[in-house]
C-alpha cells in the first residue's frame, strides 16, 4: 500500500507543483501542513526529516525526499502507470529536465523566491526595477518556449507544466500578465485551470498567495 506524506504549506508554489503531480496521478497521502511564517521548519523535528528545511518534503516508506522536481520526477517514476507525465524517451525527458531547471532556477530562484524575500519577510516597500524585470525575462521566456507547443515541454502534459504553473500563477501577485502581449502564456494557464483537480492542488494556494502578496504595498523604485 501507498503510504506518502507531504510536508508543506498551499502558499508555496513547489508545493503546489507536487500536489499537482499527486492528483494526476490519483495517489493518496497524508499532507502535513508546515508553519513557514512561523519558522517551524527550523524545528530539530523538521531538519532531522529535511536539513535543507525546505518544503516541500515527501515522505515514502521512512525516505524523504525533497526538491519539488526530485519529487515529482520520483512520483511519476515510481508510481504512473505510463510515463506521459515524465517521458523515459532521452530528448523528451531532456526537455522536460530544462524546464524543470529553468523553473527553479531561474523562475524560482531569480524572479519569484528573490522579490518575496524583500516584500513577505523583510517587509521591503520599495523594490528595485529590475526584481521587475527578472518577472518580465521569465514570463518572455515561458511565451517563447509555448510558441509551437501547447504544453511547456511539447504537445502533451507533463511534471514541466505543474511546475512552471505554479510559480507563474504566483508571480501575478507582482506583475499582472498582459494578455495581448502574453497570448500563449495565457492560453496556456486557461488551459490547466481546466484540469479537474487544478483549483483544489495549485488555484486556492495561488489565490492565498496573491492575497498575502498585496496585503504588502510596494513601489518600484524610478
Ligand atoms: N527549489 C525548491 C524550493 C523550495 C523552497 O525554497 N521552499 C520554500 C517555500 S516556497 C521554503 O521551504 N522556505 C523555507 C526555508 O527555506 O526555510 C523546490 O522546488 O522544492
Known amino acids: 500500500m501507498v503510504e506518502l506524506t507531504l510536508y508543506g504549506v498551499d502558499g508555496s508554489p513547489p ?3 507536487v500536489k499537482l503531480t499527486l492528483a494526476a496521478l490519483n495517489l493518496p497521502y ?7 511564517l512561523g519558522r517551524e521548519q527550523l524545528s530539530p523535528a523538521f531538519l532531522e526529516k529535511n536539513p535543507q528545511h525546505t518544503v516541500p518534503t515527501l515522505e515514502d516508506g521512512g525516505n524523504f525526499i525533497w526538491d519539488s522536481h526530485a519529487i515529482m520526477a520520483y512520483l511519476v517514476t515510481k508510481y504512473a502507470s505510463s510515463d506521459e507525465l515524465y517521458p523515459k524517451d532521452p530528448l523528451k525527458r531532456a526537455v522536460v529536465d530544462q524546464r524543470l531547471h529553468f523553473e527553479s532556477g531561474v523562475v524560482f530562484a531569480a524572479a519569484l523566491r528573490s522579490i518575496t524575500k524583500l516584500v513577505l519577510f523583510l517587509n521591503q516597500t520599495v523594490i528595485a526595477q529590475t526584481q521587475i524585470d527578472a518577472i518580465v525575462e521569465a514570463y518572455d521566456f515561458v511565451e517563447k518556449f509555448l510558441q509551437n507547443h501547447d504544453y511547456i515541454a511539447g504537445n502533451s502534459l507533463t511534471i514541466a507544466d505543474f511546475s512552471l504553473v505554479s510559480s507563474i500563477t504566483s508571480l501575478v501577485a507582482y506583475l499582472d500578465i498582459d494578455q495581448a502581449k502574453y497570448t500563449k502564456l495565457s492560453s496556456w494557464i486557461k488551459k490547466l485551470e481546466k484540469l479537474p483537480y487544478y483549483e483544489e492542488a495549485n488555484g486556492k494556494g495561488a489565490a492565498f498567495f496573491v492575497s498575502m502578496i498585496k496585503g504588502k504595498p510596494f513601489t ?3
Request: net charge positive; charged share 25%.
Open 15 to 17: 508545493v503546489r507543483a
Open 220 to 222: 518600484v523604485a524610478k
Open 30 to 36: 497524508k499532507y502535513v501542513q508546515v508553519n513557514i
